[in-house]
């Protein structure tokens, strides 16, 4: 099942902050937040751990509520470069599996 | 290191065609796999591989066959096109997808008339 993410779209101008979030029905042990801009693969931004460990960017800041099983990631003083579409992505553990959300729009505009 | 490539990078196909789309990684990644992209609808899951020889079903497994004889080369095998296999097709590869950076190739645009 995809994990829902919130909101589906967002528009800031630069230099404002922003939270996507992240909800899986299922027990995680991991989540995954990827970019995409148009007509581009997804980059990978940052994957958060069960226990505590983080990986990714530092420029990127994200939580991982274990009890509630959602992730929140932080874009603090957007640039133009911001904008895209944020994917989520999760997984069990043992998983092979990650699945991802259905997206989150970000605009940037000057 | 190219990383993920595919090919090709568009292909249109006819209501029951079948064709190949190829997927190569020179990371040494045990772990493959192979996603669509529909708009609205995210990156799905359609197959994925955890080594040479061993291959399973995600979500969207239907219409689909794949095949993993080397470490490097995990095929997309459409048997029988349709309309509603019209997307865009992403490979990506992982040392260990749960706890690891995917790396995706370029995508496949794939239309079937």
Not at chain 1, 86 to 91: E, M
Not at chain 2, 5 to 15: A, C, D, E, N
């Amino acid at each position: 099942q995809q994990p829902v993410q919130s909101p589906q779209a967002v528009i800031l101008r630069e230099g404002e902050d922003a939270v996507i979030n992240c909800s899986s029905s299922k027990a995680l042990y991991s989540v995954h937040w990827y970019r995409q801009k148009h007509g581009e693969a997804p980059v990978f931004l940052m994957i958060l751990l069960k226990g505590g460990e983080q990986k990714g960017h530092e420029k990127i800041s994200a939580s991982f509520n274990e009890k509630k099983q959602q992730s929140s990631l932080y874009l603090t003083a957007s640039q133009l470069s911001y904008s895209g579409t944020y994917f989520c992505g999760t997984a069990g553990a043992g998983s092979y599996q990650l699945t991802f959300g259905k997206g989150t729009k970000l605009s940037v505009i000057p | 290191n190219a990383g993920v490539t595919q090919t090709p990078k568009f292909q249109v196909l006819k209501t029951g065609q079948s064709m190949t789309l190829q997927c190569a990684q020179d990371m040494n990644h045990e772990y493959m796999s192979w996603y669509r992209q529909d708009p609205g609808m995210g990156l799905r899951l359609i197959h994925y591989s955890v080594g040479a020889g061993i291959t399973d079903q995600g979500e969207v497994p239907n219409g689909y066959n794949v095949s993993r004889s080397t470490t490097e080369d995990f095929p997309l095998r459409l048997l029988s096109a349709a309309p509603s296999q019209t997307s865009v097709y992403f490979c990506a590869s992982s040392p260990r997808p749960e706890v690891s950076e995917q790396f995706f190739g370029p995508g496949t645009r794939l239309t079937v008339l």
